[in-house]
């Protein structure tokens, strides 16, 4: 079974960091994708990282120079790094994995930046 597991989510004020790590199990990680996609409340679900196999980076315009996604291929972890948040950043995160013909997702944590 797949399974990906985030946490590091919490509240912060705007100007601070967070960390953001997903666990993943039950796939082959170092040959796939990792992302990290996000939704505010109201808002669809939208992509912020990704990184593929090799450990090339891509982000949306909106976080570039502020957010930092990394893999581990040996703890199979990618981790989002977020600098300078701001509320327009609060949603809830979520690790997703492209593997076996299917979308595997995970439970999302919350980000909230608010002073």
């Known amino acids: 079974q797949v399974h990906l597991v985030e946490s590091g989510g919490g509240l912060v004020q705007p100007g601070r960091s967070l960390r953001l790590s997903c666990a993943a199990s039950?796939?082959?990680?170092?040959?796939?994708?990792m992302n990290w996609y996000r939704q505010a409340p109201g808002k669809q679900r939208e992509l912020v990282a990704s990184?593929?196999?090799?450990?090339?980076?891509n982000y949306v315009d909106r976080v570039k120079g502020r957010f930092t996604i990394s893999r581990d291929n040996i703890r199979s972890t990618v981790d989002l790094q977020m600098n300078n948040l701001q509320p327009e950043d609060t949603a809830v995160y979520y690790c997703?994995?492209?593997?076996?013909?299917?979308?595997?997702w995970g439970q999302g944590t919350q980000v909230t930046v608010s002073s």
């Open positions: 997703k994995v492209n593997a076996f013909a299917r979308e595997f």
């Open positions: 039950g796939i082959h990680f170092r040959i796939h994708e």
């Open positions: 990184i593929s196999s090799s450990g090339s980076p």
